[in-house]
């Protein structure tokens, strides 16, 4: 059920963005979504790929301080109310959520949400009794891929 | 039998024998070898005996050991001013080897070796060896550079002398390095302390766990390091870590070790005679207080030294060590003179700011002190870098991080600095010795 993703340690200087991203295209990876948390000093960028293992191979050998962090998809519906309705669930749940981004897919007018969580698993569980609908890996790759 | 090698008086190594003298019998063999050194650099040297006749003394005056107060000090900038050959005692047909510093500022400085030279460099790098435990059957990674610096030949003449194995492998190409010492067997390394926490860094990304090697010492030297450093490397290793302490203008490494006691650095004393100066007054500190080391070479014959202000800070220890050398210790060398930073009026030394570091759990000390001006006022900051280990994908845990190490800092040495976080491999490293300190204050 839960999502691998990469996370970098980035300087705040010109071209630091770049260098992870061109390691990723020499070895023809694709980015499937990312986000950008930055402060006046550093940023941690965040990476969601298919092949993630492969990626930290070589974004590690191209010498980036890798992390590998365990994540959550979420449906969400794309209308107003949306999210409102999953954060809902999520506070009655009493989760914790670290920090989220999203996907820019979007089937049948449903969205996709990356939720960071102190514990997935608990959350996982957590949102399911509540009828949030989450979305595991094979999923996620094929609805991105079609 | 070799197993005891490194136990008073029972079956050392042969070469360690004047680790054990009988004090008296020391200090007499020193004292014939400081006349003869006195004498011999006033016969050959002109700027010694120009010195010695502008204080109005002569090798006679030399009666005794403290005598040696009487002679004048001898500065780095001396072997500049007399580049290349100036400060020779012996004839160039007599020098079988020639070592330069690296000079990356001005003239290089040249040092020279007799073949008499050679062997007794070999004979304290044998002792030294054996005080780390090492023997015949060992196998000696050697990391140091070879070349024009000293760490590598003199290790690996040391090495060889034992009867150990050496793998000269020098400097640099660490992924190639963790390869033969686990191909090899290797049970022991020399290198840079710096360059050890890289290697220990590369293992980890290489999938490669030290504790499965049989590696075992590691004699670490050429640059001043802090016991929280050992504990780390020996927290994150099997490695019993050593101090080898040396300089070039004195002999190259081999000056003075560790033995087993780890509680300060044996000097090899019977060939140079330590002093620990006061500072402020150059006057000779009595044993126990705190100053600068100074060195006289007793034996060397193509360039001795007389009084070498190392600006090294120690102090000499002369309390029995358990191992039962009768050889001097000086206490580890984590600071030096001329490293000393003043900091709006603060006296700093980088070894505190990385026995800060190393107080907050998680960071290895790959770490460099950036001194800006800022109108008028010193600035400081600390570059670290970023290890796979200390890394969160939490902004709020990075910049907790980075505030701990700040007021680390600032408890230790009392100033407050700018701490950033850098990525692995920003701070750039020479020989394997890492630039510690950019002052950028008069740029």
Same mark, same amino acid.
């Given at each position: 059920?839960?999502?691998?993703?990469?996370?970098?340690?980035?300087?705040?200087?010109?071209?630091?963005?770049?260098?992870?991203?061109?390691?990723?295209?020499?070895?023809?990876?694709?980015?499937?979504?990312?986000?950008?948390?930055?402060?006046?000093?550093?940023?941690?960028?965040?990476?969601?790929?298919?092949?993630?293992?492969?990626?930290?191979?070589?974004?590690?050998?191209?010498?980036?301080?890798?992390?590998?962090?365990? =994540?959550?998809?979420?449906?969400?519906?794309?209308?107003?109310?949306?999210?409102?309705?999953?954060?809902?669930? =999520?506070?009655?749940?009493?989760?914790?959520?670290?920090?989220?981004?999203?996907?820019?897919?979007?089937?049948?007018?449903?969205?996709?949400?990356?939720?960071?969580?102190?514990?997935?698993?608990?959350?996982?569980?957590?949102?399911?009794?509540?009828? =949030?609908?989450?979305?595991?890996?094979?999923?996620?790759?094929?609805?991105?891929?079609? | 039998?070799? $197993?005891?090698?490194?136990?008073?008086?029972?079956?050392?190594?042969?070469?360690?024998?004047?680790?054990?003298?009988?004090?008296?019998?020391?200090?007499?063999?020193?004292?014939?070898?400081?006349?003869?050194?006195?004498?011999?650099?006033?016969?050959?040297?002109?700027?010694?005996?120009?010195?010695?006749?502008?204080?109005?003394?002569?090798?006679?005056?030399?009666?005794?050991?403290?005598?040696?107060?009487?002679?004048?000090?001898?500065?780095?900038?001396?072997?500049?001013?007399?580049?290349?050959?100036?400060?020779?005692?012996?004839?160039?047909?007599?020098?079988?080897?020639?070592?330069?510093?690296?000079?990356?500022?001005?003239?290089?400085?040249?040092?020279?070796?007799?073949?008499?030279?050679?062997?007794?460099?070999?004979?304290?790098?044998?002792?030294?060896?054996?005080?780390?435990?090492?023997?015949?059957?060992?196998?000696?990674?050697?990391?140091?550079?070879?070349?024009?610096?000293?760490? *590598?030949?003199?290790?690996?003449?040391?090495?060889?002398?034992?009867?150990?194995?050496?793998?000269?492998?020098?400097?640099?190409?660490?992924?190639?390095?963790?390869?033969?010492?686990?191909?090899?067997?290797?049970?022991?390394?020399?290198?840079?302390?710096?360059?050890?926490?890289?290697?220990?860094?590369?293992?980890?990304?290489?999938?490669?766990?030290?504790?499965?090697?049989?590696?075992?010492?590691?004699?670490?030297?050429?640059?001043?390091?802090?016991?929280?450093?050992?504990?780390?490397?020996?927290? $994150?290793?099997?490695?019993?870590?050593?101090?080898?302490?040396?300089?070039?203008?004195?002999?190259?490494?081999?000056?003075?070790?560790?033995?087993?006691?780890?509680?300060?650095?044996?000097?090899?004393?019977?060939?140079?005679?330590?002093?620990?100066?006061?500072?402020?007054?150059?006057?000779?500190?009595?044993? *126990?207080?705190?100053?600068?080391?100074?060195?006289?070479?007793?034996?060397?014959?193509?360039?001795?030294?007389?009084?070498?202000?190392?600006?090294?800070?120690?102090?000499?220890?002369?309390?029995?060590?358990?191992?039962?050398?009768?050889?001097?210790?000086?206490?580890?060398?984590?600071?030096?003179?001329?490293?000393?930073?003043?900091?709006?009026?603060?006296?700093?030394?980088?070894?505190?700011?990385?026995?800060?570091?190393?107080?907050?759990?998680?960071?290895?000390?790959?770490?460099?002190?950036?001194?800006?001006?800022?109108?008028?006022?010193?600035?400081?900051?600390?570059?670290?870098?970023?290890?796979?280990?200390?890394?969160?994908?939490?902004?709020?845990?990075?910049?907790?991080?980075?505030?701990?190490?700040?007021?680390?800092?600032?408890?230790?040495?009392?100033?407050?600095?700018?701490?950033?976080?850098?990525?692995?491999?920003?701070?750039?490293?020479?020989?394997?010795?890492?630039?510690?300190?950019?002052?950028?204050?008069?740029?």
């Amino acid at each position: 059920m839960k999502l691998k993703q990469l996370s970098l340690f980035l300087e705040n200087k010109p071209g630091t963005l770049t260098a992870p991203c061109r390691l990723l295209h020499q070895a023809g990876l694709n980015i499937l979504t990312l986000s950008l948390a930055d402060t006046n000093e550093f940023g941690i960028l965040r990476l969601v790929l298919r092949d993630w293992e492969k990626a930290k191979k070589v974004l590690e050998q191209g010498g980036c301080v890798v992390k590998v962090t365990e =994540v959550v998809a979420i449906e969400v519906d794309d209308r107003p109310g949306g999210l409102a309705q999953i954060l809902e669930a =999520v506070e009655k749940a009493q989760l914790n959520v670290e920090y989220m981004y999203a996907f820019t897919l979007k089937k049948e007018n449903k969205g996709m949400l990356v939720f960071r969580f102190d514990n997935p698993d608990e959350a996982i569980a957590a949102l399911k009794q509540r009828h =949030v609908n989450i979305v595991d890996s094979v999923e996620l790759f094929d609805r991105l891929e079609c | 039998m070799s $197993e005891l090698w490194c136990d008073a008086g029972k079956g050392y190594h042969p070469a360690s024998a004047p680790d054990y003298l009988p004090v008296p019998q020391l200090r007499a063999l020193q004292l014939r070898r400081l006349k003869s050194v006195t004498r011999r650099v006033y016969d050959q040297v002109a700027l010694f005996r120009e010195r010695m006749q502008a204080r109005n003394i002569t090798p006679d005056n030399i009666k005794s050991l403290e005598d040696i107060a009487l002679l004048p000090f001898t500065q780095k900038t001396d072997l500049r001013d007399t580049y290349p050959f100036g400060l020779f005692a012996s004839p160039m047909s007599d020098i079988v080897r020639l070592h330069a510093s690296s000079g990356t500022t001005g003239k290089p400085i040249v040092v020279a070796y007799t073949k008499e030279d050679v062997e007794v460099w070999t004979s304290v790098m044998i002792r030294s060896f054996a005080s780390c435990g090492l023997h015949q059957g060992d196998i000696i990674q050697n990391s140091y550079g070879y070349g024009l610096f000293t760490g *590598g030949l003199g290790a690996h003449y040391g090495a060889e002398g034992l009867g150990a194995t050496v793998v000269p492998v020098s400097g640099g190409n660490t992924q190639r390095q963790i390869m033969l010492m686990k191909d090899f067997g290797v049970t022991a390394i020399c290198c840079t302390p710096s360059y050890f926490l890289h290697i220990l860094d590369q293992c980890k990304e290489l999938k490669v766990n030290i504790r499965d090697l049989p590696l075992k010492v590691g004699v670490f030297g050429a640059e001043p390091w802090t016991e929280e450093m050992r504990k780390r490397i020996q927290a $994150e290793s099997n490695v019993e870590a050593y101090d080898i302490f040396g300089l070039s203008e004195i002999i190259g490494p081999g000056v003075a070790i560790e033995c087993p006691h780890h509680n300060g650095l044996h000097v090899f004393e019977d060939h140079f005679y330590p002093e620990i100066i006061d500072i402020e007054t150059n006057q000779p500190c009595p044993d *126990g207080q705190e100053g600068e080391l100074v060195l006289t070479t007793l034996t060397k014959k193509a360039m001795p030294m007389i009084r070498y202000r190392t600006h090294d800070i120690s102090r000499l220890r002369t309390d029995v060590c358990p191992c039962g050398r009768t050889i001097r210790r000086i206490e580890r060398i984590a600071r030096r003179s001329d490293d000393m930073l003043i900091i709006r009026g603060v006296n700093l030394f980088p070894s505190q700011i990385e026995a800060a570091l190393l107080t907050v759990e998680g960071t290895l000390p790959h770490y460099q002190i950036v001194l800006s001006r800022d109108k008028g006022l010193d600035q400081v900051e600390v570059l670290v870098e970023v290890t796979p280990e200390f890394f969160s994908d939490r902004v709020g845990s990075l910049e907790a991080l980075r505030h701990k190490l700040s007021h680390s800092i600032e408890n230790t040495v009392g100033i407050r600095a700018q701490v950033r976080l850098v990525e692995p491999h920003t701070i750039q490293r020479s020989e394997g010795k890492a630039k510690r300190v950019i002052d950028r204050r008069n740029a």
